[in-house]
């Protein structure tokens, strides 16, 4: 039984007199991964608010390449000297506005024991075992190849994207995705990539509208997080406003911030919303950079919905096959899988041409087969090359479904500047 739950039934009183049980620390994750150590450490405290607290251990961010820019792992270790405020720490934390960090106990760990010589049948059996997930790989991969095979050759060809670069040097504080005030590390291949995605999108923006349309443009960044699309885009357009929709308030927060510190707070608004219920009234272009999962689903249904015009660029296609979990107040939960999870309303395929061709058991498998791509990978494997083409008829049926729709020009673009990453297809919509 979990110790929030033996609190509840035995009351605090009761907890407390069983110490000799009970953990000294707490875990407390889905932090904000931009927050500086510091500021964790400082929020972390004024929450439980207990003079117990020995340390807060704030973990540092794995070394992966999609980890890059990252502040912490997400993550802290609460260490306290009396193991009765674990207990109050975690009833206290129960009515805490911070309502999207998980709190959990964290129980001592036992000596490990000595390790034991593996025995040749232990051996065995874990040949035997690497022997079969290898043959589950082999027929996955057949699976996919002969799924690809049967769609056929897509009706939408990528195109090579030419950008015009933007000197983020004579950008005011704030603006640069690339620099600290974004949340990410100058110099790191993903700073690197944020600025090629905003020049990408800007590009897009200034194809679709003339100049003289676009001081009069009203642009809805759908999934906007702390604004490293936003901001930027709304400096280098020459758009007349810039809304941000995100579904956490501490983001737009931060993003008004930014805003004000680049000057650009009379241009820019915020809607704290999920993107099912945003409202669109004025808007001319929507937005999105790597909402994940259904999300940029949602962000292109809410464009096509008004006939406007999109320039969305998806990731994370494997969390579509999820389903939402929704609260008793009807708001979506907090966990990434709920907020990239499909709503009841969204339907897989998103087309009737690939709905034609495959049901959803098949589209399962190719968007799970999408993600081996998704991600900066080995450009010469199998694996990658396979998901580089599910990854792409993925981003078709998304088309596809704009284009059903009435919009009589739709493009998938690769955005240059990218350096090998998954994410790179920018996808481009428009009535006209």
């Given at each position: 039984m979990k110790i929030a739950a033996f609190i509840h039934l035995l009351g605090l009183a009761a907890v407390q007199s069983l110490i000799s049980v009970a953990p000294t620390k707490v875990r407390v994750s889905n932090i904000d991964w931009f927050l500086s150590t510091a500021d964790v450490e400082s929020k972390i405290r004024k929450v439980f608010a207990d003079d117990s607290i020995i340390k807060v251990e704030v973990k540092?961010?794995?070394?992966?390449?999609?980890?890059?820019?990252?502040?912490?792992s997400g993550s802290a270790i609460v260490v306290f000297s009396d193991k009765r405020a674990v207990a109050r720490a975690l009833t206290s934390t129960a009515t805490s506005s911070i309502n999207q960090w998980r709190i959990s106990e964290v129980m001592e760990k036992e000596?490990?024991?000595?390790?034991?010589?593996?025995?040749?049948?232990?051996?065995?059996?874990?040949?035997?075992?690497?022997?079969?997930?290898?043959?589950?790989?082999?027929?996955?991969?057949?699976?996919?190849?002969?799924?690809?095979?049967?769609?056929?050759?897509?009706?939408?060809?990528?195109e090579s994207m030419s950008v015009e670069g933007i000197d983020?040097?004579?950008?005011?504080?704030?603006?640069?995705?690339?620099?600290?005030?974004?949340?990410?590390?100058?110099?790191?291949?993903?700073?690197?990539?944020?600025?090629?995605?905003?020049?990408?999108?800007?590009t897009a923006i200034r194809q679709l509208f003339p100049t003289t349309l676009l001081s009069e443009l009203k642009v809805a960044d759908l999934g906007s997080g702390t604004g490293n699309l936003a901001i930027p885009l709304a400096w280098a357009t020459g758009c007349a406003e810039m809304l941000a929709v995100d579904i956490y308030a501490d983001s737009l927060a931060r993003l008004?911030?930014?805003?004000?510190?680049?000057?650009?707070?009379e241009k820019i608004s915020v809607e704290c919303s999920d993107i099912l219920d945003v409202n669109l009234a004025g808007v001319g272009m929507v937005v999105s950079l790597h909402a994940c999962g259904a999300a940029s689903d949602l962000a292109m249904e809410a464009a096509v919905k008004e006939g406007i015009s999109f320039a969305i660029s998806p990731c994370c296609i494997g969390k579509v096959n999820f389903e939402r979990s929704m609260q008793e107040s009807g708001e979506v939960s907090g966990g990434n899988k709920d907020r990239a999870g499909k709503p009841a309303s969204l339907s897989y395929p998103r087309s009737r041409w690939l709905s034609d061709k495959i049901d959803i058991e098949d589209y399962t498998?190719?968007?799970?087969?999408?993600?081996?791509?998704?991600?900066?990978?080995?450009?010469?494997?199998?694996?990658?090359?396979?998901?580089?083409?599910?990854?792409?008829?993925?981003?078709?049926?998304?088309?596809?479904?704009?284009?059903?729709?009435?919009?009589?020009?739709?493009?998938?673009?690769?955005?240059?500047g990218m350096d090998g990453y998954g994410k790179q297809e920018l996808l481009v919509g428009s009535l006209r």
């Open positions: 540092p961010p794995r070394r992966n390449k999609r980890d890059e820019g990252k502040l912490h000596e490990e024991p000595t390790k034991k010589e593996v025995s040749p049948e232990r051996v065995l059996l874990r040949q035997e075992r690497a022997g079969r997930y290898a043959r589950q790989r082999a027929r996955r991969a057949s699976s996919i190849d002969n799924l690809l095979d049967a769609i056929g050759e897509a009706p939408i060809e990528i983020f040097g004579c950008a005011p504080p704030g603006v640069d995705p690339a620099s600290t005030g974004g949340g990410l590390k100058l110099g790191s291949k993903r700073a690197t990539r944020k600025r090629a995605s905003v020049e990408a999108f800007r008004l911030a930014r805003a004000q510190e680049a000057g650009l707070e498998l190719l968007a799970k087969a999408a993600d081996a791509a998704d991600g900066a990978g080995d450009a010469d494997s199998d694996w990658f090359r396979r998901g580089r083409r599910a990854k792409g008829i993925v981003e078709v049926d998304r088309l596809m479904f704009a284009r059903e729709r009435g919009y009589g020009a739709v493009r998938l673009l690769e955005m240059p």
